[in-house]
């Protein structure tokens, strides 16, 4: 081992004999020259005594300076082992102090160890309380496991949904606690799992971390029962006011007509222009009938959107084929690098097409053009449609199911668009263009 002493004699010893032998040269020459001078013995026995006593008194002062500081550095480092932080070394308060001491020196460096090693456990122990506190106070159940799946930590939320105390939870093995099915499978997921403090469904999410050396799993349990309930809950009242609003826009002036329809055949005498009369009543029926037929079609097509069958799709036939569906108006293609991405290519036409039906409807209007482009953004595919129209008054209603501006619109090929985009693991976002009139039409999916 480095450092390690050659011999079984100590350090001092070995200092103080080396302080000896150094010494002893000059010593044995004044003794020789002193006895063999004409001294008188009282003279020779006083200054042998004294060149002896310096002798000895100058080694062992060399060894106690030189094991002193050793000594107290050796205590200084005991004491940062036992994370006593607060001792120091006395004449090391500053660099421009030390100069060129080496000695100095070390003691400097101890004494900035020991204020570094003080600063970063007063931030681990703050940041073990603030850990400790936040678990406590999170709904949400936190249970770590050793690489035997054996319980070593349990918050206060985990000990709730166990119905046990956590000295009587810690040790046990993930089966005996009914969390071994958590710890296997995909992460995260939604599962409904039934436990003794409560059942509903749960996010189960896991991840892997080393605690001295050794692989630990992080299980954490958080029960979305209530927000998915309370989101449903909005969901099927939106849907409701939408779905009433359209059926009593159609029914209201198909009852109305068809009272006054009645009405008017059992008169005794029937106008002479009931026969138009009938004939308009039964076209408003009709009419409104069809369009209470188109609404319940649109919703199903909305509602019933297959998940996307991935295959390679080529970015610039595609967009071709799509530019080429719309004959009302030429689109003007700025065509980007030849890329191809991973989607279902029936789906992404027909966002394809959706978008560009909106944009040419918009640039009718005020005689505009319209032009598609792609470019790549690292691992990202960036398409974008512009049109001249009039732009968006508003964007907060956009992505609203059966919300339209335009007459006759269902008010789903934006919603359908989205979701076509969000189903392939992207985002579609329409916003006014800042280069000039019109709108922008952003679609980003992943390569």
């Not at 013995?41 to 310096?54: A, D, H, S, Y």
Request: proline residues 5%; glycine residues 8%; hydrophobic residues 45%.
């Amino acid at each position: 081992m480095i450092g390690a002493p050659r011999s079984r004699v100590r350090f001092d010893q070995r200092i103080l004999l080396l302080a000896l032998t150094a010494g002893l040269p000059a010593a044995l020459v004044a003794l020789i020259l002193l006895w063999t001078g004409q001294q008188p013995p009282k003279v020779q026995w006083t200054l042998t005594v004294f060149i002896v006593g310096v002798w000895a008194g100058c080694s062992f002062s060399v060894r106690h300076r030189v094991v002193l500081p050793l000594q107290t550095l050796s205590n200084l480092l005991a004491a940062l082992r036992e994370s006593d932080f607060s001792i120091r070394a006395r004449g090391a308060s500053g660099r421009e102090a030390v100069g060129d001491d080496p000695l100095a020196a070390v003691m400097l460096e101890v004494n900035v160890l020991a204020t570094t090693l003080h600063d970063q456990r007063l931030g681990a122990l703050e940041a073990s309380a603030l850990l400790r506190t936040v678990m406590v106070e999170i709904d949400v159940a936190v249970f770590t496991f050793d690489g035997g799946q054996r319980l070593r930590l349990v918050n206060r939320a985990g000990e709730r949904l166990l119905g046990q105390p956590a000295d009587q939870l810690l040790d046990r093995t993930s089966d005996e606690l009914g969390l071994c099915d958590c710890l296997e499978g995909t992460t995260p997921r939604i599962e409904d799992v039934a436990f003794p403090g409560g059942s509903g469904r749960w996010e189960v999410r896991r991840t892997t971390f080393r605690q001295e050396g050794r692989p630990h799993q992080l299980l954490v349990l958080a029960d979305v029962s209530r927000p998915l309930r309370d989101e449903e809950r909005q969901a099927w009242q939106r849907l409701i006011r939408v779905i009433g609003h359209e059926i009593n826009n159609s029914l209201a002036p198909i009852k109305s007509i068809a009272g006054s329809l009645e009405s008017m055949l059992v008169r005794d005498a029937l106008p002479d222009d009931w026969s138009d009369d009938m004939r308009r009543g039964l076209a408003v029926i009709a009419a409104r009938s069809d369009s209470l037929s188109r609404f319940t079609t649109a919703y199903a097509r909305l509602a019933k959107l297959p998940a996307p069958r991935l295959d390679t799709v080529a970015v610039a036939a595609l967009v071709r084929r799509a530019a080429g569906v719309e004959t009302r108006l030429g689109v003007r293609i700025d065509a980007g690098p030849d890329l191809t991405v991973r989607a279902d290519p029936d789906q992404l036409e027909q966002l394809l097409i959706n978008l560009l039906q909106n944009a040419v409807d918009a640039a009718l209007e005020t005689g505009g053009g319209v032009a598609v482009g792609w470019t790549r953004d690292g691992r990202a595919f960036d398409l974008w449609i512009d049109d001249e129209g009039a732009g968006l008054p508003s964007v907060s209603n956009l992505f609203v199911p059966f919300f339209t501006t335009k007459p006759g619109g269902s008010g789903i090929g934006l919603v359908l668009s989205r979701q076509i985009a969000e189903a392939h693991g992207g985002a579609l976002t329409l916003e006014n263009r800042t280069d000039g009139p019109g709108c922008r039409a952003h679609l980003r999916l992943p390569l």
